[in-house]
T-cell receptor, first 114, second 112 residues
Framework: EAGVTQSPTHLIKTRGQQATLRCSPISGHTSVYWYQQALGLGLQFLLWYDEGEERNRGNFPPRFSGRQFPNYSSELNVNALELEDSALYLC?????????????FGPGTRLTVT | AQSVTQLGSHVSVSEGALVLLRCNYSSSVPPYLFWYVQYPNQGLQLLLKYTSAATLVKGINGFEAEFKKSETSFHLTKPSAHMSDAAEYFCASGGSNYKLTFGKGTLLTVNP
C-alpha cells in the first residue's frame, strides 16, 4: 500500500513569493493534516481538511491556506513568503472519524525562503 | 488545553542498553497518546498509540510504552538499543479537535 506522498521534495523561493505544496493521502483516507517543523519551534499544527472542508486551523496567519480536492489530495499555499517560513512541511493523513485515528506522515517538503 | 512535555532533549545510550524516553501529558481527560520516530531528513513514523484499551502498549521495532494515569506519563522503552534506533522521537497527544500536539522531541544517540 502506497504511503503519503508529498511534492516537491525541496522548494526554494524568495521573500514575497508564493509557494504551493502538494500532498496525496493514503488510499481510503479522507482526512489530511498539515504541520510545520521549523528549527527551534518544533512541530506545529497548521490545517486539517476532511471531506473537502477545512475543519481546524492552527495559530498561523491567513497567508497560510489550502484546499482539499475531491480525490482527497491536498494543497498548501503560502503567500507573501517570509524568511521565517523556511521549514519542513509535513502532510499526514488518517481515516478520520475520531481523534484516536492514527495519522500517517509523508516525507515532507523542505521550503527554503531566501 | 492539551500539552505534552518530553523530559530530556538528548538521550545517549550504549548499544544493548535499556532505552527510556520520558513523556508527560497534561489534559483534563485521558487523551489519545502517540509516539513517533523521525529519522534524518524523513517524515514521522508511528511507533505506537494509546487509546485506553490497555495501559501497556506494544509498538513496532521492539518499543513499548506504559500509560500511567497517576503520574500523567507515557514513557517509551526498549529493552535493548540497536544502532538503528538512533533518531528523534516525538510524543504527541490527540483529542476531539483531531490535531496532534507534539512534544519538543528527544534525540536518541546509540553508542557502539
Amino acid at each position: 500500500e502506497a504511503g503519503v506522498t508529498q511534492s516537491p521534495t525541496h522548494l526554494i523561493k524568495t521573500r514575497g513569493q508564493q509557494a504551493t505544496l502538494r500532498c496525496s493521502p493514503i488510499s481510503g483516507h479522507t482526512s489530511v493534516y498539515w504541520y510545520q517543523q521549523a528549527l527551534g519551534l518544533g512541530l506545529q499544527f497548521l490545517l486539517w481538511y476532511d471531506e473537502g472542508e477545512e475543519r481546524n486551523r492552527g495559530n498561523f496567519p491567513p497567508r497560510f491556506s489550502g484546499r482539499q480536492f475531491p480525490n482527497y489530495s491536498s494543497e498548501l499555499n503560502v503567500n507573501a513568503l517570509e524568511l521565517e517560513d523556511s521549514a519542513l512541511y509535513l502532510c499526514a493523513s488518517s481515516l478520520g472519524g475520531t481523534g484516536s485515528s492514527e495519522q500517517y506522515f509523508g516525507p515532507g517538503t523542505r521550503l527554503t525562503v531566501t | 488545553a492539551q500539552s505534552v512535555t518530553q523530559l530530556g532533549s538528548h538521550v545517549s545510550v550504549s548499544e544493548g542498553a535499556l532505552v527510556l524516553l520520558r513523556c508527560n501529558y497534561s489534559s483534563s481527560v485521558p487523551p489519545y497518546l502517540f509516539w513517533y520516530v523521525q529519522y534524518p531528513n524523513q517524515g514521522l513514523q508511528l511507533l505506537l498509540k494509546y487509546t485506553s484499551a490497555a495501559t501497556l502498549v506494544k509498538g513496532i521495532n521492539g518499543f513499548e510504552a506504559e500509560f500511567k494515569k497517576s503520574e500523567t506519563s507515557f514513557h517509551l522503552t526498549k529493552p535493548s538499543a540497536h544502532m538503528s534506533d538512533a533518531a528523534e522521537y516525538f510524543c504527541a497527544s490527540g483529542g476531539s479537535n483531531y490535531k496532534l500536539t507534539f512534544g519538543k522531541g528527544t534525540l536518541l544517540t546509540v553508542n557502539p
